[in-house]
């Protein structure tokens, strides 16, 4: 069952993270975003291209209506997001799981003290979370004074 459950998870990981698709505007024959203006005909549905000249850099939606931009900065905020959008998902996740094994053990000891550790855990996890984005925001606005990264 464990393994199911990891393998979905793949898949629908991988799927979220793939270019939404957009429907293809007639006018430009189903060719890339940017073809009548020049831009990059080249470019797959649901892409952009910002800048010009030696500062040029594109952009994609995903699946989970994040932008990821190939400029490093961009990039880092939204692999953040990713990452701390599934992190906190797992948290929620498992705090209903060790919920629900909590309910089904029928007052077994045993059982009831794996949900309520799995349930501590899953908590104190979920602060690990959180404060890691504080800390985060302190050093990098604050301390560093980082731009764009707000």
Do not use: H, W
Not at 1 to 10: A, E, H, K, T, V
């Amino acid at each position: 069952m464990q393994r199911f459950f990891c393998i979905l998870s793949i898949f629908a990981f991988i799927f979220l993270l793939v270019p939404a698709s957009i429907k293809a505007d007639e006018t430009n024959n189903g060719v890339g975003a940017g073809a009548k203006s020049g831009v990059n005909p080249n470019l797959p549905p649901g892409c952009a291209q910002t800048g010009s000249g030696d500062n040029i850099s594109f952009s994609c939606n995903t699946g989970l209506g994040i932008k990821i931009t190939s400029n490093p900065q961009g990039f880092t905020k939204s692999l953040f997001g990713i990452i701390l959008s599934m992190s906190g998902a797992v948290a929620i996740l498992l705090i209903i799981i060790s919920g629900y094994r909590l309910m089904m053990s029928g007052g077994n000891p045993e059982k009831v003290k794996g949900a309520k550790e799995q349930l501590t855990s899953a908590i104190v996890g979920l602060l690990f979370i959180i404060f890691s984005i504080v800390i985060l925001q302190i050093i990098g606005v604050d301390i560093l004074m980082i731009p764009g990264f707000t």
